[in-house]
């Protein structure tokens, strides 16, 4: 898995909208300027997200896009694939007969490694995000 500006942007807009969730459908132009992603990115991403079951949409002047499922049921391992359609750690350990005992060896650290990134991304949901974010931005508040 590259870590791409499509994830880091598609992770963005699905926090959004979790944190936006039951305040109505949000338009493209609020989920862009709060998370400075480029509309004509986010119109690409979107689409992208709703083919696999993770966003609605609704289209007119009051339209937008909610989450599909409550922020709690949605993993980050749900959406990443959804944007790039695989986990593990590519093209490494590709060709590990070929290269004697060495690339063996670090062919199954890589397949480790994706396991155990698996198992964070699988772990984490949309709601654990949330609970980051409200606690980071109540660290922001102080008393004068």
């Known amino acids: 898995m590259?870590?791409?500006?499509?994830i880091d942007y598609g992770l963005r807009a699905m926090l959004d909208l979790a944190l936006h969730a039951g305040g109505g459908p949000v338009p493209n132009h609020d989920i862009s300027r709060r998370?400075?992603?480029p509309?004509?990115?986010?119109?690409q991403i979107l689409p992208a997200l709703r083919r696999q079951g993770l966003v609605t949409s609704t289209r007119g002047p009051n339209g937008g896009h909610?989450?599909?499922r409550r922020p709690e049921e949605v993993t980050v391992a749900e959406i990443l694939k959804a944007l790039?359609?695989?986990?593990?750690v590519v093209g490494l350990g590709k060709g590990a007969g070929a290269g004697g005992e060495s690339a063996r060896i670090l062919a199954q650290f890589w397949g480790e490694l994706s396991q155990a990134m698996e198992h964070v991304l699988e772990g984490t949901t949309l709601?654990?995000?949330?609970?980051?974010?409200?606690?980071h931005d109540q660290s922001l508040i102080y008393q004068i």
């Open 2 to 6: 590259r870590l791409t500006s499509r």
């Open 35 to 37: 998370q400075r992603i």
């Open 39 to 43: 509309e004509q990115y986010l119109k």
């Open 66 to 68: 909610r989450l599909a």
């Open 84 to 88: 790039e359609g695989r986990l593990d």
């Open 127 to 135: 709601d654990d995000l949330c609970r980051k974010k409200r606690r």
